[in-house]
């Protein structure tokens, strides 16, 4: 996919959506963490943190997860809106498991600004 830069956020506008539609999935289902994947079609997966006593997920997994049962072969970006400093090591496992160790992992604030750009193999 070809990438541009945004001239105000520096941020690729496909990440910069990705990063929207995980900010915009952990408020509305009000949960700890948002994040969006897109894969090798550019489709887009959404979702928040899964937490019910018999299933645990962060909310990446949950859309790496929900990427997989779509019939994804790979994934081009992840991102995750969260307060953690750090994308988890287990986060980072299962895009490296679809999109391999050069995905970026994208970790952005709550309000939406880009704190890191994570490597899946990093």
Known sequence: MLSTMTESTGIDPEDSKIIT??????ARN?????????DETGRTYVAGTVELDSLKLSALQTAVAMAV??????????????????PAEADRAAVRDLGGPDTPVLLAAPDGTLRSTTPAGA
């Not at 779509?70 to 953690?84: D, F, I, K, M, P």
Request: aromatic share 0%.
């Open 69 to 86: 049962a779509s019939g994804a072969r790979s994934l081009e970006a992840a991102a995750v809106v969260s307060t953690a400093d750090t």
């Open 30 to 38: 009000a949960v700890p963490e948002g994040a969006a994947v897109r």
């Open 21 to 26: 539609l995980a900010r915009s999935a952990r």
